[in-house]
């Protein structure tokens, strides 16, 4: 089935090179205006100016769709979310305004435990329930591609549970869905003074199961004090990269405690978080494939700095932005916020955050060759704004609604 699209104000994000993004061409950003693009069998056939449309294409389409005054963007790619899990925590948000830390909450047996006491009693049915209407509701929000996480188990029973949703969510849904096991999220209660001994459960009894079962794509840790340190991070990852799974790692949100280092040195496809970075964390980074994906959200619902991401973009680092989408840390996986909030809180520009949201967000979860920009051959998933008059007034106007419609894989949800 062949569905033209004409009349496009402006078709944003048009490339036919599959680079990750460093440093000046982060905010390069190729548009066509008053464009065309035609869509056969759900991916991207061609594309162009309105003036050059050819023949052969004008007479052929089953479908003709006139976006006049509307912007069309690739759909974003959040490539970190914990978008499984059970219950809220809306209470420690009351506790934090009340002026507790993070790092207090945690302490009172809040936190990820509170989470996963609430995962624990919560059936597999229910928690593909809940989190398939978060998945709706952020692919009306224009999210094309996700990563999920587990780690609200961390028992070999309810880590697979959440795997296992996160497996039936990728086979029923149209969003393409890459999964990671966090089963490194935090040290469960019985485990507070055997680190040792949670790290073998995960490496001995978890690791080989979903493996077997092929219920993940990557390993996570959360490397911090109190939590992974940087060499219990390592031999996590080692145990994952035996089956074939590639460190994408929870690294400086609270401290540097030589995290980055390991996870270069693992070839971690991205490291994830960075509010805390020295300049050595910068340097090294800058210098590896090891992609950094900023959550400027989680800084914002935390009340702490925001990463740094002009230092990062100028020492060349590649970065991509990601929600966290959580209960604790970033109640929300809206991505146009995540732009917004990483224009004006992180000084990027437009084009650097949509570039980060969509084509680095791509690399950062190895769909860049099917999403992430607008390319012949990659999967027609797109967002279509309401009229508006330029492509920075989409982060601009924070906190409104300016997308008309979403079309995945060449059909528009409903
Ligand atoms: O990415 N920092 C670690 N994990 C989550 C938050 C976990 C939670 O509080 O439930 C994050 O922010
Ligand atoms: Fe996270």
Redesign the pocket.
């Known amino acids: 089935m062949a569905t033209l699209i004409k009349n496009i104000k402006s078709l944003v994000n048009i490339r036919e090179e599959h680079l990750l993004l460093r440093g000046n061409a982060l905010s390069q950003l190729h548009n066509i205006n008053d464009a065309y693009v035609l869509v056969e069998d759900g991916i991207i056939a061609a594309y162009g100016e309105m003036k050059k449309l050819p023949h052969e294409i004008k007479n052929m389409p089953d479908h003709i769709i006139d976006a006049s005054g509307q912007f069309i963007l690739p759909t974003w790619c959040d490539s970190h979310t914990?978008l499984v899990f059970a219950g809220s925590r809306e209470n420690e948000f009351i506790d934090k305004i009340k002026g507790l830390t993070y790092a207090e909450i945690a302490e009172k047996g809040g936190?990820?435990l509170n989470?996963a006491r609430k995962l624990n009693d919560t059936s597999e049915d229910q928690l593909f329930i809940d989190a398939w209407k978060r998945l709706e509701e952020l692919s009306r929000l224009g999210t094309g591609a996700v990563e999920i996480k587990s780690g609200y188990g961390l028992t070999i029973a309810s880590e697979l549970k959440m795997l296992r949703v996160i497996k039936k969510l990728k086979e029923k849904s149209a969003i393409k869905i890459k999964s990671t096991f966090l089963g490194a999220?935090t040290f469960p209660t019985i485990f507070k003074e055997n680190h040792q001994g949670y790290i073998n459960e995960i490496i001995n009894e978890m690791l080989p199961v979903i493996a077997q079962e092929k219920l993940a794509d990557y390993i996570d840790v959360?490397c911090e004090s109190g939590f992974f340190s940087a060499e219990e991070m390592e031999q996590i990852c080692n145990a994952g990269l035996q089956y074939g799974l590639k460190p994408k790692l929870?690294i400086n949100?609270l401290n540097s405690i030589g995290g980055i280092q390991s996870a270069i040195k693992m070839n971690a496809l991205s490291v994830d978080?960075l509010e805390t970075m020295t300049d050595q964390d910068i340097q090294d980074l800058s210098r590896s494939t090891t992609i950094g994906t900023l959550l400027p959200t989680?800084a914002f619902f935390l009340r702490m700095p925001y990463q740094p991401a002009r230092k990062l973009i100028d020492a060349n680092c590649a970065i991509a932005i990601a929600s966290?989408f959580?209960?604790?840390?970033?109640p929300s996986g809206n991505m146009n916020f995540v732009v917004s909030l990483s224009c004006i809180q992180m000084k990027m520009l437009p084009e650097e955050a949509i570039n980060a949201a969509t084509t680095n967000g791509a690399f950062a979860m190895e769909v860049e060759k099917e999403l992430g920009s607008i390319s012949i051959g990659k999967k027609a998933n797109f967002i279509f704004t309401k009229p508006i008059p330029s492509l920075a007034y989409l982060p601009y106007s924070f906190g409104t609604n300016l997308i008309d419609k979403v079309m995945i894989n060449g059909q528009f949800l409903n």
Do not use: E, K, V, Y
């Open positions: 914990h936190g990820i989470s999220h959360f929870h949100q978080h989680a966290d959580n209960p604790g840390s970033t």
